[in-house]
């Protein structure tokens, strides 16, 4: 796997862990879409802290790990040492030999160059070869940027210098980058799945662990006043039933490398 500069995002991975297992536990359905096989050459894009490659790699797959996060890819190794994890981005990977199936979950909205990293995956698979995901949809987590946008403009942001670090396509937008890249899908849909987070504290951890590009724009001691008045504003739509419920939207899809190139 080749070598890449360290993500921009600066990852907490042990909070990231402690607080947000539901990224892992939540990916279950598209690991079944998957149907790793054993002996399967499977990579894990966008790995994170290791959890999904070390189970593909107890069903018996010959799994790797890649992720642009420095700290996510210390904490998978501490984690699974018996499991090959990399620091890469997506948007340059090259692969020494080619894998059966690329994985990835909750992380191609972290990767806005879409075209580029749906063109290196195809790269990467075999003829044949299948690219299985999950990750935002149009409309994920509108509801807790907006309560977000909205404390940051309070105390003086402006708007216009509040760019997403995400991408959150529709389901057509997505098809065409797969269709581009030379995908053939087999499923492609989307779906909301409100998302509870642990705690009373849990969506100020959010703000805090996911929403740093945006928090990074508040003087450093003004931040958990501001992730506090976000959840304040959120409150009225996010706090159900004495828990924060993230609103998010899933992108899921199978696709295909065509086992032959088409001719011409
Ligand atoms: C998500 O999993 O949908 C997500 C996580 C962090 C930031 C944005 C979206």
């Not at 340059?92 to 191609?108: G, I, K, Y």
């Amino acid at each position: 796997m080749s070598a890449n500069p360290p993500s921009p995002h600066g990852w907490d991975a042990w909070s990231y862990d402690a607080r947000m297992s539901v990224v892992t536990r939540l990916g279950a359905g598209v690991l079944d879409l998957l149907e790793p096989q054993p002996g399967e050459r499977i990579l894990d894009l966008g790995c994170g802290t290791g959890h999904h490659a070390a189970q593909l790699a107890d069903a018996g797959c010959d799994v790797e790990g890649v992720d642009a996060s420095e700290s996510m890819i210390a904490r998978a190794r501490a984690l699974y040492p018996a499991v090959r994890f990399h620091v890469a981005r997506a948007e340059a990977l090259v692969v020494e030999r080619p894998f059966d199936a690329v994985f990835s979950n909750a992380a191609l909205h972290w990767m806005p160059a879409a075209d580029l990293v749906a063109a290196r995956v195809f790269a990467a698979l075999r003829p044949g070869g299948r690219f299985v995901g999950e990750f935002g949809a149009k409309g994920n987590v509108a509801r807790l940027r907006a309560a977000l946008t909205s404390a940051l403009v309070e105390i003086g942001v402006p708007e216009a210098a509040l760019p997403s670090p995400w991408y959150f396509p529709s389901p057509a937008e997505y098809a065409s980058v797969l269709e581009r890249a030379g995908f053939e899908i087999e499923l492609l849909h989307c779906f909301p799945r409100p998302t509870p987070l642990e705690g009373e504290d849990g969506l100020a951890e959010w703000y805090r662990i996911f929403a740093g590009d945006f928090l990074a724009l508040a003087p450093p001691n003004a931040r958990a006043a501001v992730t506090k008045r976000a959840a304040a504003l959120a409150a009225s739509s996010q706090w159900i039933d004495g828990r924060w419920i993230a609103d998010y939207h899933r992108l899921r899809f199978r696709a295909f490398r065509p086992a032959t190139d088409p001719v011409g």
